[in-house]
């Protein structure tokens, strides 16, 4: 194995032990589309079709992982959606 090769499959197996945390949307029978929607655009740089849909999968599925990264990233983002109003929490 070459020391290109070598360093290629160092960096892949560091990537693959970063942990990834998501953001979980739950349903509630409060806030409306648009309130979910536009927070969704605000908060988790969502397009507004991406905060359409994932408000739809909400609303029939009860949730929906609305964004995923490191939980330094999701952590200020969660809190925002609680703040607004929404439900939601890391995993």
Do not use: W
Not at 8 to 13: A, G, I, N, P, Q
Not at 36 to 50: A, M
Request: negative net charge; proline residues 2%; charged residues 25%.
């Amino acid at each position: 194995m070459g020391i290109k090769e070598k360093v290629s499959e160092e960096l892949l197996l560091e990537e693959e032990t970063v942990k990834q945390n998501e953001i979980i949307l739950f349903n509630d029978e409060v806030n409306t589309f648009d309130h979910v929607i536009e927070t969704l655009i605000s908060v988790c740089d969502h397009t507004p079709e991406q905060a359409e849909q994932c408000s739809l999968i909400v609303h029939h599925n009860g949730k929906c992982t609305v964004k995923t990264g490191e939980y330094t990233d999701l952590k200020p983002r969660c809190s925002k959606l609680l703040q607004a109003g929404l439900s939601a929490e890391i995993v």
